[in-house]
């Protein structure tokens, strides 16, 4: 009787399926205008090693959580790889919104592959969100290609910001739940 065992090392990065679940609701967001992560404690790994990407690497970020705006006040929602932005739904004003739900996707895809100048990142995302009007969503779309600052030879570490334009008690965003898988 033979017995086989496959001692092929698999790189977690070079697959596709699950990279990181939030386990644990987010800090909540409110009442300053610091900008403070999104991304909730969790299992899995936000971080890929240097040398690690290649061409075509594609990802999905998926994020839900609660809201509550003064009517006007604005928010800034910013995608970082190490502190670097990658994507950024831009500054928008809020319409009036209480203790209601956000949701934001957002698509990654390596074009290229190389130090920061060489390497390309295409990024798209939306962000949408309830108000108080019944039954109305407001959002923004937002897009981005990264060919002066994106390096895949360094270590790329993923965080998702909020900051709101106004220090206010009516101003809160916490995420509930966060999702990063690779797609291809």
Known sequence: MSTHIDLTYTNPYTKTGGLYAQTALGTAITNT??????????VGSLSVPPNFFQVGDSFIAKMCGYVSAANGDTIHIRVK??????????????????????????DFTVTKIGVAGVAELFTNG?????????????????ALITTTI?????????SIT????????????????FVLTKMY
């Open 33 to 42: 205008i610091v900008e403070t992560s999104l991304i909730g404690t969790g």
């Open 150 to 158: 994106f390096d895949t030879t360094v270590l790329n570490s993923l």
């Open 126 to 142: 939306q962000y949408i969100y309830n108000h108080n009007s019944a039954g109305d969503i407001a959002g923004n779309n937002f």
């Open 81 to 106: 790889s190490d502190g670097t932005v990658i994507a950024d739904a831009g500054v928008f004003a809020m319409k009036l919104t209480t203790n209601k739900y956000f949701e934001l996707t957002i």
């Open 162 to 177: 909020a900051q709101w334009g106004a220090a206010n008690a009516s101003n809160s965003i916490q995420s509930q739940n």
